[in-house]
């Protein structure tokens, strides 16, 4: 009953501003940037390809890929824990539509046709698409399944996900609230309160990928729209009760470890066999392998990126506070700007090291400037990509220091 007591009453430290939240969030979109200004210049497709990779390149991005994005989701959980404390679940889901809703479909009328058609070029010009760009966009249409987000809005399928994560998680986090799901989160602390607890995480992740990805091989199918909301749900459980984050903490090297190996073997997996494939297909003797070190893989590196966050960045300055107001909108906007400025990058004839810096520095600037010198700036734009509404005379001078959302 103490246990139980205090999972009820004892929010996490500092629970009204969580810096390092907000740092891992901001630090978290850098880093998709980055995942996506380099694709060109790596293995496994992309919305735009260099005809030359880079074997260095291909290494970073493999390393980050298993757990890249349910990080995202983590955090996102854990964030949807803070919003909850001040809202009423009307409230939580009128701000869900507001500021992930709206930018995904303001999003992809904008930006899917830009990158729809940079990316038939290309791969004209690489001889790998049809000859039609409407044979193309036939060719693209999924089945019924989450991969509409994809389909609809190419990279903006996170907010289109965080969006129904945040619907299908609602009830369960107001169960939880409850006697019974008390219960739950007692006898999880309980269990993360032992030496490796954490590891047992890992279980729920595997079978989802055991029994979903053989029948939803596909990239934003199934298999992953389960895998990527377990990761959202097990990030609000990381608030509830007092005792989970003291075991990120103490656990990290172990995590650190474990990742590690888990990193290895999934790249000696790569090596031996064609990644692409083995990831597809159920009859290979790699399959289930592959897909067990993946989950390991995933919930390792998160926990070891977080832990990492609420040791050195549980502080906050005006780098921070413009950053947290600027992540949405930026991560909105990067993606249709890399495609354009690679689409020509991509046939400069010059080596592949100043192509990526040229590609890198560029697409940064100036999606940076499209957020600060118009979404910013103009009042229905802030709405429309997701932003807080504020004052005209406010947003005419503001100067980018202006106070960014609670978590979320």
């Known amino acids: 009953m103490t246990g139980m007591t205090t999972s009820l009453s004892s929010p996490p430290p500092q629970a009204e501003r969580l810096h390092y939240l907000d740092w891992l969030r901001v630090l978290a979109v850098i880093g998709v940037f980055l995942f996506h200004a380099l694709h060109p210049f790596t293995g496994g497709p992309w919305v735009i390809k260099n005809q030359v990779e880079s074997l260095p390149l291909t290494i970073i991005v493999f390393f980050f890929f298993p757990w890249g994005m349910p990080f995202f989701f983590l955090i996102a959980g854990m964030g949807s824990w803070l919003a909850l404390r001040h809202r009423t679940a009307g409230q939580f889901a009128r701000e869900r539509f507001q500021r992930l809703l709206v930018p995904f479909f303001v999003g992809a009328l904008l930006f899917t046709p830009i990158q729809l058609t940079y990316e038939w070029w290309n791969r004209s010009q690489l001889g790998q698409t049809q000859a039609t760009l409407l044979a193309y966009l036939g060719g693209r249409h999924p089945p019924l399944s989450p991969r509409f987000f994809d389909w609809a809005g190419f990279h903006l399928w996170f907010l289109g996900f965080l969006f129904a994560f945040s619907m299908l998680g609602l009830p369960i986090f107001l169960w939880l609230r409850g006697m019974a799901g008390k219960r739950i989160e007692e006898g999880l602390a309980r269990l993360c309160d032992r030496r490796g607890g954490l590891m047992a995480f890992i279980l729920p992740l595997l079978l989802i990928q055991l029994l979903f990805r053989p029948f939803a091989p596909a990239e934003q199918d199934w298999a992953d729209f389960f895998y990527r909301f377990a990761f959202f749900v097990l990030g609000y459980l990381m608030y509830t009760d007092t005792r989970f984050l003291p075991a990120v903490r103490r656990e990290r090297w172990l995590m650190a470890v474990m990742g590690s190996a888990a990193f290895v073997a999934l790249a000696a997996l790569s090596v031996a066999a064609d990644p692409e494939k083995l990831m597809s297909s159920p009859g290979l003797p790699g399959y289930y392998l592959f897909w ?116 979320a």
């Open 292 to 407: 067990a070190l993946f989950a390991v893989n995933s919930w390792c590196w998160t926990l070891v990126a977080l832990a990492l966050g609420m040791r050195y960045l549980d502080f906050t300055n005006r780098w921070l506070e413009y950053g947290k107001e600027a992540v949405l909108p930026f991560f909105v906007v990067h993606q249709p700007v890399i495609v354009v400025i690679a689409t020509f990058v991509v046939q400069w004839n010059t080596g592949l090291g100043i192509k990526a810096l040229v590609v890198v520095a560029a697409s940064f600037a100036i999606s940076l400037g499209i957020y600060e010198f118009l979404i910013k700036r103009i009042g229905f734009l802030r709405t429309l990509f997701g932003m807080h509404a504020v004052q005209p005379a406010r947003a005419a001078a503001d100067s980018g220091r202006a106070p960014g959302p609670r978590p």
